[in-house]
């Protein structure tokens, strides 16, 4: 072998001086976002579009004005996400739970969601609130969103919905 000509080799290059035409073609096989199922339907895209298109800044400030027929559509479609989370304790969401106290929805679409944990000690007390604001985040419509979590009233039994009693078995 003389020094000009480059060995042939069967593995990839790392960071080396061959030319690309020696590296192995090998596809990713790891999902990315935006990618395509074989049913057609984008997994994941409506997050990924939402947070690349979402106003930032000065932009989202701009946002244009929302009356009360939308709010009250945004409003009832949080209600929905938050229908989606579970307590990891009990097997039922955290609305019908009586853990939200409130869903405003200013003119701005910014979303405030108050709500409380069964106890402050709650083995979700640090996970919970995140949880809840990825969620209400990705509702069409949302502009951004803040999750008071307040203790007083606190929470009690008497907060569970009928659907919530039925499911655990007290009613």
């Given at each position: 072998?003389?020094?000009?000509?480059?060995?042939?080799?069967?593995?990839?290059?790392?960071?080396?001086?061959?030319?690309s035409?020696?590296?192995?073609?090998?596809?990713?096989?790891?999902?990315?976002?935006?990618?395509?199922?074989?049913?057609?339907?984008?997994?994941?895209?409506?997050?990924?579009?939402?947070?690349?298109?979402?106003?930032?800044?000065?932009?989202?400030?701009?946002?244009?004005?929302?009356?009360?027929a939308?709010?009250?559509?945004?409003?009832?479609?949080?209600?929905?996400a938050?229908?989606?989370?579970?307590?990891p304790e009990?097997?039922?969401?955290?609305?019908?739970?009586?853990?939200?106290?409130?869903?405003?929805?200013?003119?701005?679409?910014?979303?405030?969601?108050?709500?409380?944990?069964?106890t402050?000690?709650?083995?979700?007390?640090?996970?919970?609130?995140?949880?809840?604001?990825?969620?209400?985040?990705?509702?069409?419509?949302?502009?951004?969103?803040?999750?008071?979590?307040?203790?007083?009233?606190?929470?009690d039994?008497?907060?569970?919905?009928?659907?919530?009693?039925?499911?655990?078995?007290?009613?």
């Open positions: 072998m003389n020094e000009t000509s480059k060995p042939e080799r069967d593995v990839m290059a790392v960071g080396g001086d061959y030319p035409e020696n590296m192995p073609n090998r596809p990713s096989t790891r999902p990315r976002a935006g990618d395509t199922s074989a049913e057609g339907e984008n997994e994941g895209g409506y997050f990924l579009d939402k947070f690349l298109t979402e106003p930032k800044g000065e932009e989202a400030a701009e946002a244009k004005a929302i009356d009360d939308e709010a009250a559509t945004i409003a009832d479609r949080v209600v929905e938050l229908r989606e989370i579970y307590d009990i097997p039922v969401n955290i609305y019908e739970l009586g853990l939200v106290y409130g869903v405003d929805v200013d003119d701005k679409a910014q979303v405030t969601v108050t709500m409380t944990l069964t402050p000690h709650c083995p979700v007390a640090e996970s919970m609130p995140g949880e809840v604001e990825l969620k209400v985040n990705a509702v069409e419509g949302v502009n951004g969103s803040e999750v008071k979590l307040v203790w007083d009233p606190p929470w039994m008497s907060k569970m919905s009928d659907e919530a009693r039925l499911e655990l078995g007290m009613l």
